[in-house]
């Protein structure tokens, strides 16, 4: 085992069961929630206009983005030691930084994702592609996008407080993979490369 595998296993230890089931609960909850907003999409794109894919696109990029495990609720650590806002005795503060740091590794991280979500929300370009390949990239989006919200469900009931950081910082990684950025401007495609380059250090 690294250094680095052992602080974060010594972060995670004292995680009590009240707070890591609460954290899971509003995972499930925000995966639940995803998979009921892309089965909408899935069932809505075969009658989307061709002039209206794009608008589409950034509509299930910005649902996708909204439905994420990144709020406090959804964190063990936050949800056990932030009651007071002191943060006394957060492991994940001792190895990341405070998270109301500038340069702790989630300030680095939520800056980022705001940032993509402000690129998403105001790129009124065009497609860049073809509409065919644009069905068939959505279609692939929301079906691999759904699938993943359904496989971490299925993880969760099992997973300790450590287990589940990885999951999450798995999910968030995949699932920004998963945005149909080839749709989008390479503003958007750029600010998804910096998001994932931020979360190699979200946990």
Not at 35 to 50: E, H, M
Not at 98 to 117: N, T, Y
Request: negative net charge; proline residues 3%.
């Amino acid at each position: 085992m690294t250094d680095r595998a052992k602080e974060l296993e010594i972060a995670a230890k004292d995680i009590d069961l009240e707070s890591l089931q609460a954290a899971k609960d509003a995972v499930a909850a925000s995966c639940a929630e995803y998979i009921r907003w892309a089965d909408l999409f899935s069932c809505r794109l075969g009658t989307v206009k061709p002039e209206e894919l794009h608008k589409f696109a950034r509509a299930f990029s910005l649902t996708l983005l909204g439905h994420l495990p990144t709020r406090p609720g959804t964190c063990p650590f936050c949800i056990q030691y932030d009651r007071d806002r002191a943060c006394t005795g957060c492991g994940y503060a001792a190895t990341h930084g405070r998270c109301d740091a500038e340069d702790s590794a989630f300030s680095l991280f939520i800056e980022a994702f705001q940032e993509l979500g402000r690129s998403v929300y105001q790129d009124t370009g065009k497609l860049c592609c073809s509409h065919h390949d644009a069905r068939m990239h959505l279609n692939q989006s929301i079906k691999v996008s759904r699938d993943l919200a359904m496989r971490l469900q299925e993880d969760l009931p099992s997973a300790g407080a450590q287990r589940l950081m990885e999951l999450k910082a798995a999910y968030l990684d995949t699932m920004i993979w998963l945005l149909p950025v080839l749709l989008l401007s390479e503003e958007v495609r750029e600010r998804s490369l910096l998001v994932r380059r931020m979360l190699l250090n979200y946990w």
